[in-house]
């Protein structure tokens, strides 16, 4: 069974720090492009970062540049979202997918999903 199981959110003070991670079991992640999507309430969910299958292209949404760093362990069947200076603006539920074809900041083009980890940045 394809799964993939996000872990490391938390409530934060805004400037501080959390990794995330999403971990895959069922198939083998390395043959896939990773993404990480966020949804605050009332607001659609938006593409935050993508990572190629060998993990020589990275993107990210403008808002996040110079912040989070998304990165992969193909060894461990993980894909990572180090994010730094975190502002209340990044608080939302923050979904790692996979897609079958190459990195998109849409969410159409995610063929899994992982059920989302909060990250709370709050004073």
């Known amino acids: 069974q394809l799964q993939l199981v996000e872990s490391g959110g938390g409530l934060v003070q805004p400037g501080g720090s959390l990794r995330l991670a999403c971990a895959a079991s069922g198939f083998t992640l390395p043959a896939y492009a990773i993404g990480w999507f966020r949804q605050a309430p009332g607001k659609e969910r938006e593409g935050v970062s993508c990572i190629n299958s060998l993990g020589s292209s990275t993107y990210y949404r403008d808002s996040v540049k110079g912040r989070f760093t998304i990165s992969r362990d193909n060894a461990k069947n993980t894909v990572y979202l180090q994010m730094n200076s975190l502002k209340p603006e990044d608080t939302a539920v923050y979904y790692c997918?996979?897609?079958?074809?190459?990195?998109?900041?849409?969410?159409?083009?995610?063929?899994?999903w992982g059920q989302g980890t909060q990250v709370t940045v709050s004073s």
């Open positions: 997918a996979v897609t079958l074809r190459y990195c998109s900041g849409y969410p159409t083009q995610y063929n899994y």
